[in-house]
């Protein structure tokens, strides 16, 4: 069975991208798999990384104000299609999967018009416009959130949001020797997506203050790159001898399964990937929802898991050293508190989602 998997961009579009090829090289031995993504996202990165050949289309964002740019658009997409077309002839694949971002209208329209059985996935409770277009002519929907199905208008398949191999299965006492830490503290884990976040970053740092006598805590920061070195100076300015916080920052963790399991509560931006990462660890979360994402899907996939227990919220604009102080506090020292959101995280967690798409498209291949 030949499979390609489209979507790139960020981290929410790739990675599930991935874990979905897992599980179908597990159901399907054998199967081939060729990805098609952008030269600059985060996909020419981590998909050879992980083994898996990739195959470039340019194509630029849509923009919703009318301008000079969707002439640009337009004929990016068209290039698209022309690319798109010459990749599925030479391919000749029997399932075609989008997992959103624009790089994915092109390759999953061109396989629809040539009656490729195609499947598309979305990630975020409010679905993207490129995945809301495809879903009228596409074979199957699966979606993250049962509240994305009204977006569509049709039958979806509830899947969850596939979550790679390594996040499920990394161990403990691993990640306490790479990361040199105090199994007898807890661990709060900060990171604000694969870029980082400058708004958590200096919120944090702000707190060192607060924090340095406490000898019960450790912090692991994951700055990005581009703030590391800014952040990293500014912990040194602030350290003293006889300090008993324990706090390490990193520019980027290529394995975040390792510091999943070692963390006792998480303090994140609300991204969908790390909504789907965290919750099938069923790990507490304080999440700071981007308030640029669009739509407000982040502040939606937020407040779903207030809801359901799993997680606090501080909105962007409420984000402060005080508050980001007293709500790790009031949580971390909190065994039945943790414990708790622990459980309900774990409750709403999909850990099967990757299988389960895997099996819809080992369904449309064989069909074919």
């Known amino acids: 069975m030949r499979v390609i998997i489209t979507g790139g961009g960020t981290a929410g579009h790739v990675y599930p991208g991935l874990a979905i090829a897992e599980e179908v090289k597990t159901i399907v031995p054998g199967a081939d798999i060729l990805f098609v993504g952008t030269k600059k996202g985060l996909e020419a990165t981590v998909v050879p990384q992980a083994g898996y050949p990739l195959k470039t289309v340019n194509i630029c964002g849509f923009k919703r104000k009318i301008s000079l740019h969707i002439f640009k658009t337009f004929f990016s997409f068209f290039w698209g299609c022309l690319k798109s077309i010459k990749i599925l002839r030479d391919f000749r694949p029997h399932v075609v999967l989008g997992t959103g971002g624009y790089v994915s209208a092109p390759l999953v329209g061109m396989a629809v018009l040539f009656r490729i ?48 191999k390594g996040v499920l299965e990394s161990s403990k006492e691993e990640a306490i020797n790479y990361f040199s830490i105090d199994p007898k503290r807890k661990t709060l884990l900060v990171f604000g997506g694969s870029q980082g976040s400058r708004q958590i970053n200096e919120s944090l740092i702000k707190t060192y203050d607060k924090f340095r006598d406490y000898e019960n805590l450790q912090i692991v920061h994951v700055t990005g790159k581009i703030d590391f070195d800014k952040i990293s100076r500014k912990v040194i300015e602030q350290k003293k001898p006889k300090d008993r916080l324990l706090y390490t920052c990193y520019p980027y963790l290529n394995f975040i399964d390792k510091a999943y399991s070692v963390s006792d509560l998480i303090l994140c931006r609300a991204g969908a990937t790390t909504i789907a990462e965290i919750t099938a660890r069923g790990i507490p979360s304080i999440l700071v929802p981007y308030p640029y994402a669009t739509g407000g899907h982040q502040e939606k996939n937020a407040f779903i898991l207030k809801k359901e227990g799993a997680a606090r919220i501080i909105l962007d ?38 299988l389960e798409v895997a099996k819809l498209v080992k369904m449309l291949g064989d069909s074919r």
């Open 117 to 164: 059985p195609t499947i598309i996935h979305e990630q975020n409770s409010l679905p993207g416009l490129v995945n809301r277009i495809m879903a009228r002519w596409v074979n199957v929907v699966a979606v993250s959130f049962p509240t994305s199905e009204k977006f569509f208008k049709r039958d979806c398949v509830v899947t969850g949001n596939p979550v790679r």
């Open 317 to 354: 604009g409420d984000l402060s050293d005080i508050a980001i102080f007293n709500l790790v506090n009031e949580l971390i020292f909190d065994d039945e508190v943790l414990g708790s959101m622990k459980e309900n995280a774990k409750r709403i967690g999909k850990p099967a989602a990757a």
